[in-house]
Protein backbone atom coordinates (compact mmCIF):
# COMPACT_ATOMS: atom_id res chain seq x y z
CA UNK A 1 0.00 0.00 0.00
CA UNK A 2 2.13 2.52 -1.11
CA UNK A 3 -0.71 5.49 -0.34
CA UNK A 4 -0.71 4.24 3.31
CA UNK A 5 3.57 5.14 3.48
CA UNK A 6 3.04 8.70 2.56
CA UNK A 7 1.06 9.19 5.83
CA UNK A 8 4.10 7.56 7.99
CA UNK A 9 5.98 10.19 7.70
CA UNK A 10 9.40 10.43 9.50
CA UNK A 11 8.48 12.12 12.86
CA UNK A 12 5.56 10.36 12.81
CA UNK A 13 7.14 6.81 12.59
CA UNK A 14 9.79 8.24 15.13
CA UNK A 15 7.13 9.51 17.68
CA UNK A 16 5.44 5.63 17.23
CA UNK A 17 8.72 4.12 18.18
CA UNK A 18 9.64 6.29 20.99
CA UNK A 19 6.16 8.08 22.12
CA UNK A 20 7.42 11.13 24.18
CA UNK A 21 5.63 11.35 27.92
CA UNK A 22 4.20 7.57 28.11
CA UNK A 23 3.70 7.60 31.90
CA UNK A 24 1.54 8.83 34.14
CA UNK A 25 2.67 11.59 36.03
CA UNK A 26 2.14 11.52 39.70
CA UNK A 27 0.85 14.99 40.43
CA UNK A 28 -1.62 14.67 37.82
CA UNK A 29 -5.22 16.97 38.77
CA UNK A 30 -6.86 16.61 35.16
CA UNK A 31 -7.54 13.30 33.59
CA UNK A 32 -9.38 12.57 30.51
CA UNK A 33 -10.24 8.93 28.50
CA UNK A 34 -10.51 8.80 24.92
CA UNK A 35 -11.56 5.80 22.83
CA UNK A 36 -11.56 5.43 19.28
CA UNK A 37 -13.75 2.13 18.41
CA UNK A 38 -13.17 2.54 14.51
CA UNK A 39 -10.02 1.41 15.28
CA UNK A 40 -9.27 0.68 18.84
CA UNK A 41 -7.25 3.49 19.88
CA UNK A 42 -7.82 4.06 23.39
CA UNK A 43 -5.75 7.03 25.62
CA UNK A 44 -6.38 7.77 29.12
CA UNK A 45 -4.79 11.31 29.33
CA UNK A 46 -2.90 12.85 32.88
CA UNK A 47 -2.42 16.99 33.01
CA UNK A 48 -1.27 18.84 35.86
CA UNK A 49 -2.27 22.19 35.52
CA UNK A 50 -1.57 24.99 37.63
CA UNK A 51 -2.38 28.75 37.32
CA UNK A 52 -3.24 28.26 33.91
CA UNK A 53 -0.75 26.46 32.72
CA UNK A 54 0.15 22.91 31.39
CA UNK A 55 3.16 22.27 33.81
CA UNK A 56 3.07 18.11 32.91
CA UNK A 57 1.45 15.99 30.43
CA UNK A 58 1.35 12.07 29.79
CA UNK A 59 -1.05 9.44 28.68
CA UNK A 60 -1.26 5.65 28.65
CA UNK A 61 -3.40 3.51 26.34
CA UNK A 62 -2.59 1.58 23.28
CA UNK A 63 -3.54 1.88 19.51
CA UNK A 64 -2.23 2.44 16.22
CA UNK A 65 0.98 4.23 14.81
CA UNK A 66 -1.10 7.06 14.07
CA UNK A 67 -2.62 7.52 17.40
CA UNK A 68 0.53 6.80 19.51
CA UNK A 69 2.48 9.54 17.43
CA UNK A 70 -0.24 11.42 17.77
CA UNK A 71 -0.82 11.37 21.34
CA UNK A 72 3.04 11.96 21.69
CA UNK A 73 3.14 14.88 19.20
CA UNK A 74 0.38 16.41 21.64
CA UNK A 75 2.24 16.24 24.74
CA UNK A 76 5.21 17.86 23.69
CA UNK A 77 3.21 20.97 21.68
CA UNK A 78 0.94 21.62 24.61
CA UNK A 79 3.70 21.02 28.02
CA UNK A 80 4.82 24.07 29.30
CA UNK A 81 1.74 25.95 27.05
CA UNK A 82 -1.33 27.84 28.71
CA UNK A 83 -4.48 26.82 28.31
CA UNK A 84 -5.98 29.07 26.13
CA UNK A 85 -2.80 28.61 23.66
CA UNK A 86 -3.11 24.85 23.64
CA UNK A 87 -7.25 25.01 23.11
CA UNK A 88 -5.90 27.29 20.25
CA UNK A 89 -3.19 24.70 18.92
CA UNK A 90 -6.61 22.31 19.37
CA UNK A 91 -8.81 24.55 16.94
CA UNK A 92 -5.13 25.00 14.48
CA UNK A 93 -4.93 21.15 14.53
CA UNK A 94 -8.20 19.91 14.19
CA UNK A 95 -8.36 22.71 11.40
CA UNK A 96 -5.63 21.12 9.28
CA UNK A 97 -7.05 17.58 9.95
CA UNK A 98 -10.58 18.97 8.74
CA UNK A 99 -9.38 21.86 6.71
CA UNK A 100 -11.58 24.24 8.53
CA UNK A 101 -10.82 27.88 7.91
CA UNK A 102 -12.92 28.71 10.62
CA UNK A 103 -10.39 26.77 13.21
CA UNK A 104 -6.98 27.90 11.32
CA UNK A 105 -8.75 31.60 12.16
CA UNK A 106 -9.33 30.89 15.63
CA UNK A 107 -5.83 29.05 16.08
CA UNK A 108 -3.76 31.47 14.08
CA UNK A 109 -1.78 32.98 17.34
CA UNK A 110 0.10 29.32 17.60
CA UNK A 111 2.43 27.55 15.56
CA UNK A 112 1.67 24.15 14.29
CA UNK A 113 5.52 23.40 13.77
CA UNK A 114 5.93 19.63 13.30
CA UNK A 115 2.33 18.37 13.70
CA UNK A 116 1.86 19.57 10.00
CA UNK A 117 3.37 16.07 9.81
CA UNK A 118 -0.35 14.97 9.74
CA UNK A 119 -1.65 16.74 7.29
CA UNK A 120 -1.12 13.84 4.76
CA UNK A 121 -3.63 11.97 7.38
CA UNK A 122 -6.50 13.92 5.69
CA UNK A 123 -6.65 11.72 2.59
CA UNK A 124 -8.08 9.03 4.76
CA UNK A 125 -10.79 9.62 6.63
CA UNK A 126 -11.00 6.84 8.90
CA UNK A 127 -6.83 7.68 10.30
CA UNK A 128 -8.19 11.16 10.96
CA UNK A 129 -10.04 9.82 14.01
CA UNK A 130 -6.74 8.04 14.95
CA UNK A 131 -5.11 11.53 14.27
CA UNK A 132 -7.21 13.78 16.48
CA UNK A 133 -8.33 11.29 19.56
CA UNK A 134 -5.47 12.22 21.35
CA UNK A 135 -6.54 15.86 21.34
CA UNK A 136 -10.53 15.63 21.61
CA UNK A 137 -9.12 13.80 24.88
CA UNK A 138 -6.91 16.66 25.93
CA UNK A 139 -9.97 19.13 25.54
CA UNK A 140 -11.69 16.96 27.76
CA UNK A 141 -9.18 16.73 30.16
CA UNK A 142 -9.02 21.09 29.94
CA UNK A 143 -12.80 21.38 29.96
CA UNK A 144 -12.36 18.43 33.18
CA UNK A 145 -15.84 17.06 31.99
CA UNK A 146 -14.51 13.40 33.69
CA UNK A 147 -16.70 12.02 30.88
CA UNK A 148 -14.99 9.06 28.31
CA UNK A 149 -14.61 11.13 24.73
CA UNK A 150 -15.11 8.80 21.86
CA UNK A 151 -14.73 9.73 18.47
CA UNK A 152 -17.82 8.23 17.47
CA UNK A 153 -20.62 10.49 19.02
CA UNK A 154 -20.63 13.20 16.84
CA UNK A 155 -18.58 15.83 18.43
CA UNK A 156 -16.33 15.96 15.30
ZN1 LIG B 1 -6.06 4.26 15.04
Excluded at 45 to 55: C, P
Excluded at 77 to 91: H, M, Q
Aim: hydrophobic share 35%; with cysteine.
Amino acid sequence: MPELREIYQEVILDHNKNPRNRRCPPEANRIAVGHNPLCGDKITLYLLVEDGVIRDVGYEGSGCAISTASASMMSEAVKGKTVEEAEALFCRFHALMMACPQGAENGRRVELGKLRAFAGVREFPIRVKCATLAWHTLEAALKNSGETVSTETGSE
